[in-house]
RNA sequence: GGAGAGGUGGCUGAGUGGUCGAAAGCACUGGUCUUGAAAACCAGCGACGGGCAACCGUCCCAGGGUUCGAAUCCCUGCCUCUCCGCCA
């Protein structure tokens, strides 16, 4: 949520600043619900303070044994003028709650311009695309030729966009997942968390995922979704807590499947597993004091692309702009990775710094020694990376003219010493 | 699933329908004392919103209700704890 005194005292500046990611402020209706929220208001409380005034009088007149009746009589219409005021009052509230609740935050300054992913500035390179001496296979056929991924089981067994892995396939799959989080946990000292998957509305309106995109999430039954992200139950562990101030940094990390729905994604990247309903992320969280955001974006960043360096899988950096970021981000680098059957880099993970527009729709604070005083803390997260995407990456990139492929060393510990998976011949 | 108890400030924990935003303790902040620290003593100390300000309003899990007035009474929901049963 962005700031309401900025929102009131300031529109034409949060207006600004909003046009950079191409959305027109309604500065008429917010200056009309302010107008009103003002009035009703003031008239709201004007009433309580009148009723709070003769009450405490009546009971002081009853304690000294004096009539009261004339006191009654003075209050005798006020119920329902303040009934009614109260009723106009709590309309404009729920009015403004859904209009500030819909906005996107503010992108900082350092966010470039542009509508889509085609104007996202290039950060940074690492690494460069392996020269193969044969055309590369997609990680459908070559997950095919090891006989460990089946899309066509899991579309008989759930529908489209779901995979079925098995034998040395879903131990590569469950190796990335661990190196994963050994790296987080032991090299860079994030405390590993485990959360649920189904969450409340609450907790999704809390990181931003509601009340605007209801429609890419799961709902089932009895109120509960199913987690898009593990960045909404992990955020929320600091929902209306004050922590102190020698709690924070707070830095999780944990490794959750994701469910969407993919709605308005029709048609794009229907093959394989790069665009699935369920998929499985391990994510990185950082609740921090607000000084130390930003440089906790670029830690944060360099945290998930040690996972790509020590797989030695070539990727990019970009810093999104305007139009391509999150609803609640300030900023975002993207990690884009190399896919040989696509000659191209695709998003692996989404490093976002939030400042406080999700501490303050949740009510995550901590308590600032120098004031006394509770303060929003800052949220920060990333994928520290996509499981299912990384595990494309190593198929595609660690393929073999033949086939097979080859383990980077990094996850081998985790296969046994396998270092290769081969081929079954048909 | 059955039976019971309870949800009050950062924490523990009192609270009679009427100067209760709420006793007390802890924690925290300032001061006295001390070479310094601790202890002791004194003082201060909830959050949120509105207003230039004086000040006003709201908040004792949430939502309704009764009342001139609700932390306190009534209803509903959520959550926690204890016991029994069942269970990965």
Same mark, same amino acid.
């Given at each position: ?170 131990? #590569?799959? $469950? ?7 050994? /790296?987080?946990? @032991? =090299?860079?000292? *994030? ?105 906790? #974006?670029? $830690? ?7 996972? /790509?360096?020590? @797989? =030695?899988?070539? *990727? ?111």
């Amino acid at each position: 949520m962005i700031d309401p005194q900025l929102l009131r005292k300031t529109p034409q500046v949060v207006a600004e600043r909003l046009a950079t990611r191409g959305l027109k402020l309604d500065l008429q209706l917010l200056a009309s619900i302010e107008a009103d929220r003002k009035q009703w208001q003031t008239q709201t409380e004007s009433l309580q303070a009148e009723r709070n005034r003769v009450s405490k009088s009546i009971g002081k007149a009853k304690a000294n044994g004096e009539s009261v009746d004339d006191l009654l009589a003075s209050v005798a219409g006020l119920g329902d003028q303040l009934d009614q005021a109260n009723q106009q009052l709590q309309q404009v509230q729920q009015r403004w709650d859904e209009f500030t609740l819909a906005l996107p935050n503010l992108p900082d300054a350092s966010v470039p311009p542009g509508s889509d992913e085609t104007d996202n500035q290039l950060v940074r390179e690492w690494g460069s695309p392996r020269e193969l001496d044969f055309e590369p296979l997609d990680h459908v056929d070559l997950g095919a030729g090891l006989t460990g991924l089946d899309f066509e089981t899991a579309a008989g067994i759930a529908g489209s966009r779901f995979v079925v892995m098995t034998g040395q396939v879903a131990r #590569l799959h $469950r190796a990335l997942a661990q190196f994963m989080l050994d /790296l987080h946990t @032991l =090299d860079h000292e *994030y405390e590993e968390i485990y959360t649920p998957y189904l969450v409340n509305a609450k907790s999704l309106q809390g990181t931003g995922q509601l009340p605007k995109f209801e429609e890419d999430l799961f709902a089932v039954s009895d109120d509960y979704y199913l987690i898009p992200t593990a960045e909404v139950p992990v955020t929320n562990w600091a929902a209306g807590q004050i922590l102190a101030a020698d709690q924070l940094p707070k830095r999780f990390v944990a490794h959750t499947p994701c469910f969407r729905r993919e709605a308005g994604s029709y048609g794009k990247d229907t093959r394989g597993m790069i665009r699935q309903h369920q998929f499985d992320k391990v994510e990185l969280v950082w609740l921090s004091h607000p000084n130390d955001s930003w440089d906790a #974006l670029e $830690r944060l960043t360099d945290h998930a692309e040690q996972v /790509l360096q020590k @797989l =030695d899988l070539p *990727y990019r950096v970009v810093n999104l702009c305007g139009g391509d970021l999150g609803f609640s981000a300030a900023k975002t680098y993207d990690l884009e990775v190399w896919l040989p059957s696509q000659k191209t880099y695709r998003e692996i993970s989404s490093c976002s710094n939030f400042l406080d527009f999700q501490a303050r729709r949740m009510q995550a604070r901590w308590r600032d020694p120098e004031t006394g005083k509770p303060a929003l803390l800052h949220t920060i997260n990333g994928s520290g990376v996509a499981v299912g995407r990384a595990l494309v990456a190593v198929l595609e990139n660690y393929q073999q003219a033949d086939g097979s492929v080859t383990i980077p060393a990094a996850l081998q510990p985790y296969m046994g010493g396998v270092e290769s998976i081969d081929r079954v011949s048909a």
